[in-house]
């Protein structure tokens, strides 16, 4: 039985890939940073019905010590390096700990990797993030970065930390340049999720109005169901390497706001508000991947349209408030 370490375990990446894993029939240990909100930390796993079936372990990507102890205990075949400070909103409140989880962190546990099992395979969750002010209309492997914001800047650090180790350690250490990856499991802050829980709302009456920053900003939005798929292909690659995992389809928050109203038959201008506050210091206005390197090496496609994705959010949003108007 294979053994898979997954620092952010509890997100929604490590939720779906602990859930792929177990289906493979990996043994799924996954690190637990201790906070206050700890009884509602496993909320995704459970939401999964997998929660029983992960190992939790005590560490944070920020004590090395504690990271080496780890992999000195779960002796892992493969690490996922899932763990980050990731809104990229609070990057600009708060940039030294962005840095230094999102950043430093990743180093961490390469190092605690190359200390105690370097043989293990590494996978760093890199972001299209870094693109930022994008170079070219279609961004791919060979496409300069230019981050635009805390959160991109720390990424950007992790990634060529990666590779760093890969070529002057020789380690098993890939990433995956993941474009926006959703899903019922996506934190309430981020824009998809605002969108999706706003419409549930609205639709039940409890909300009149759904306010948002900048509505012509265009993203490759995909399902993380199948973005944690790349993952695990990545891993299994006889040479580690970098891959673009997206969809190649770029749409504006404009149209996703179309498209989620309609699910609960709604016509989104009748809701939708700008709101100034919302908007970005540093706007990335356009970002589409080409992942042509993932499906011609990985095998690697899509499965779930951006319809089906955002249906599946709406519904699940519903059945949530439904729930809780009900309790």
Request: glycine share 8%; proline share 4%.
């Amino acid at each position: 039985m294979p053994t898979a370490l997954i620092t952010g375990i509890t997100g929604q990446d490590g939720a779906y890939l602990s859930q792929l894993l177990l289906k493979k029939g990996y043994r799924v240990v996954g690190l637990l940073r201790r906070s206050a909100s700890a009884d509602v930390i496993g909320e995704r796993l459970r939401w999964l019905g997998i929660l029983d079936d992960v190992e939790l372990v005590d560490g944070n990507l920020t004590d090395l010590s504690s990271l080496i102890r780890v992999v000195e205990t779960v002796n892992p075949d493969e690490i996922y390096n899932l763990a980050a400070q990731s809104f990229v909103a609070a990057s600009w409140q708060q940039p030294l700990l962005t840095g230094n989880v999102t950043g430093i962190g990743a180093v961490n546990v390469l190092e605690a990797a190359r200390i105690v099992q370097s043989n293990a395979r590494f996978y760093q969750a890199s972001s299209s993030e870094m693109y930022g002010l994008i170079q070219e209309p279609v961004q791919n492997e060979k496409t300069p970065f230019y981050p635009r914001s805390p959160y991109a800047v720390a990424k950007l650090y992790a990634h060529w930390m990666t590779v760093n180790y890969r070529e002057s350690f020789g380690m098993h250490a890939s990433s995956g340049i993941l474009f926006n990856h959703e899903s019922p499991l996506r934190g309430i802050e981020f824009v998809t999720r605002k969108v999706t829980d706003g419409v549930a709302r609205i639709k039940l009456g409890l909300a009149n109005e759904l306010a948002l920053g900048n509505l012509d900003a265009t993203r490759d939005w995909g399902h993380a169901r199948d973005y944690v798929r790349a993952m695990y292909l990545m891993l299994q690659q006889e040479k580690p390497d970098d891959y673009v995992v997206a969809t190649g389809r770029t749409t504006s928050i404009r149209d996703l706001c179309r498209i989620a109203f309609s699910v609960a038959g709604l016509n989104y201008e009748d809701y939708v508000v700008t709101n100034p506050a919302f908007l970005r210091p540093a706007e990335v206005e356009v970002l589409l991947g080409d992942a042509t390197k993932a499906k011609t090496i990985l095998g690697w496609e899509p499965e779930t349209t951006l319809e089906g994705m955002i249906a599946e959010m709406v519904e699940a949003d519903l059945a949530r408030h439904s729930r809780y108007q009900n309790s």
